[in-house]
């Protein structure tokens, strides 16, 4: 996967039958491509060459296995992990974008995500009597709903073009601006402008979406996307709606769990919406939304000399609940229901009623929910099915909920985290700056009896009991450990601010030349760190921090200053 992902803007094909156009570049030109794409491939379906030749996992993930029957377009998303070897440092946009973006939404560190739009219809002309290609996005970004739309737009296209048309779209992404958080962008493609906001921390929770802008213009009008990344989370969730809170307790607790569904689109799209469902925490866990036993790590994870591993895992193929039915929780989807009503639900059933080929739609589990359901939400929910209320209100109120449920469980959290920072007047230009204190798990819960989210969150239950076990889990390990970094660079920022804000004439009046110079290498370390870290410090800071160094250098003698200062 590396050696594709680092191939210039041409066409190239292996023995897999893949082809990647437009991918990462050393030359300059293509850095603009790079900050959003990470390369763009072709996969087609030989069948003299058959699976033999076909070791890359990025071949079996972009088609549908032989279970799903997939017959016309079909769009649905994976995810790999990066094959080993060191990773080049990325561009300073790409650092830039990650500082601004929700923590959720910031770039994949270790990880590829890739969209694919398949496309299998009969054709006489080929031996197997199927025409069956993809063409696959891969990027580091999780905008899927923007990377759904684009390849609405290029793949049909490129199917009847074929590759002149892919050079022509890689040549206009690299004519994008990029991703900056916090802005409204106009992406022109194939005859098509793309209007998108790109989410930023700015963003309240609640209106991430693209709020209605005047259009610059533009002709063509452009193509405006509510949202890069959101998906349709009522039509994800209706197979499983009585069983949300249930689903999220299992999400937030980061507990391992097989998602078996009819199709490459029904299975990616619920593990998105299961990983989504945390917003605006970051979702800390491994998660494929498509996996199949051709992926290099299914030994990984059908072990059984050890627990599952932390990981939300989308198949299509019923064999794997034979591999997996060790699996604590398994979450298994028909056939989506057509018609206008909602599907039928699944029912809670125990792990051990699993059948190795027959299981029938169902959460196979033994965990008990430490919360009570929320049978109101479910009533609001059923009554705007039947009055026809509009696909977009059902998703916002089941939204709404998600949200309200993740907040009252983090805010207690940040306010007892917010309680560890030093106190802004014990921080001291000429001392170092104090330490945080440290995060005592049975204070917290103490402090819960008189402040917990079971004073003001609708569903009530076991909320202590579900702390405990959040403690456990790789997403308390994971917010706190973002938390902690953030609020060190906090007090980095103070501490730098008050030695500007200092009288350093007066400072240096006693002082000895190796206190001075001691203090310039020091300054110069902090702007260093400012600007690397992009400590949340006005220029202005910065500009008298550096006008510190000149100073304090500008009272050394000569020699001393051509040392600091070499020609």
């Avoid at 992406?187 to 259009?215: M, N, W, Y």
């Avoid at 619920?270 to 970051?282: D, E």
């Avoid at 209100?393 to 909920?401: K, P």
């Amino acid at each position: 996967m590396d050696a594709l992902s680092r191939a210039g803007p041409r066409r190239a094909r292996d023995h897999l039958g893949a082809q990647c156009t437009g991918a990462r570049a050393p030359a300059v030109p293509w850095a603009r491509f790079s900050a959003w794409l990470e390369c763009v491939c072709v996969v087609t379906f030989d069948l003299e060459l058959g699976q033999a030749l076909e070791k890359s996992s990025i071949c079996y993930l972009s088609f549908p296995d032989s279970h799903s029957g997939c017959l016309g377009d079909t769009q649905f998303s994976f995810r790999i992990r990066q094959c080993g070897g060191q990773r080049s440092p990325w561009p300073a946009d790409n650092r830039q974008y990650d500082s601004g973006a929700p923590v959720s939404l910031q770039r994949e560190a270790a990880h590829y995500l890739g969209y694919v739009y398949f496309r299998q219809v009969k054709d006489s002309s080929v031996k197997r009597g199927y025409f069956q290609k993809s063409l696959v996005l891969v990027s580091r970004l999780p905008f899927v709903r923007l990377f759904q739309a684009l390849l609405g737009l290029i793949a049909p296209e490129y199917f009847d073009k074929l590759a002149p048309c892919l050079e022509a779209v890689c040549s206009e992404i690299d004519q994008w601006p990029a991703p900056v958080p916090g802005r409204t962008l106009n992406l022109p493609v194939v005859g098509v402008v793309l209007q998108v906001h790109i989410p930023s921390r700015a963003d309240k929770p609640e209106s991430t979406s693209l709020k209605h802008c005047g259009h610059e213009n533009l002709v063509p009008a452009p193509l405006v996307l509510s949202s890069v990344h959101e998906l349709d989370l009522f039509r994800c969730f209706q197979p499983v709606l009585t069983h949300v809170q249930t689903l999220w307790e299992l999400m937030l607790l980061g507990e391992p769990l097989l998602v078996l569904a009819p199709s490459p689109a029904v299975s990616s799209e619920m593990v998105l919406a299961l990983t989504r469902c945390l917003q605006p925490l970051r979702f800390c866990c491994d998660y494929r939304p498509y996996f199949t036993i051709h992926d290099s790590e299914f030994k990984e994870f059908a072990t059984r000399t050890q627990a599952p591993p932390n990981v939300v895992l989308g198949v299509t193929n019923p064999f794997l609940i034979k591999t997996l039915q060790h699996w604590p929780h398994i979450l298994r989807i028909g056939e989506p229901k057509m018609s206008g009503g909602l599907p039928k639900q699944v029912k809670l059933k125990k792990p051990s009623r699993l059948k190795t080929l027959d299981t029938k739609p169902g959460l196979y589990t033994t965990y008990t929910a430490h919360l009570h359901r929320d049978k109101a939400l479910l009533t609001r929910l059923l009554r705007g099915l039947r009055r026809g209320r509009p696909a977009d209100a059902l998703t916002a109120l089941l939204r709404g909920h998600l949200l309200e449920l993740t907040q009252s469980f983090v805010v207690p959290l940040e306010h007892y985290m917010a309680g560890l920072m030093p106190l802004q007047e014990s921080i001291t230009p000429w001392k170092t700056p104090p330490q945080m204190r440290p995060f005592h798990q049975d204070d917290f819960l103490r402090g819960l009896q008189r402040a917990g989210p079971q004073l003001t969150c609708v569903p009530k239950g076991d909320w202590l009991g579900l702390y405990r076990r959040f403690f456990k889990s790789p997403h308390f390990d994971g917010w706190y450990r973002q938390r902690r970094r953030e609020m060190a660079h906090k007090l980095e920022a103070l501490h730098l601010e008050a030695v500007c804000e200092a009288d350093i004439k007066t400072w240096m009046k006693d002082k000895s030349e190796v206190e001075v110079v001691d203090l310039v290498l020091k300054l110069r370390e902090k702007l260093v760190r400012a600007q690397s870290h992009q400590l949340p410090v006005k220029e202005e800071m910065l500009q008298r921090a550096q006008l510190h160094i000149e100073t304090a250098i500008g009272s050394l003698p000569k020699d001393l200053q051509a040392v600091l200062c070499p020609p």
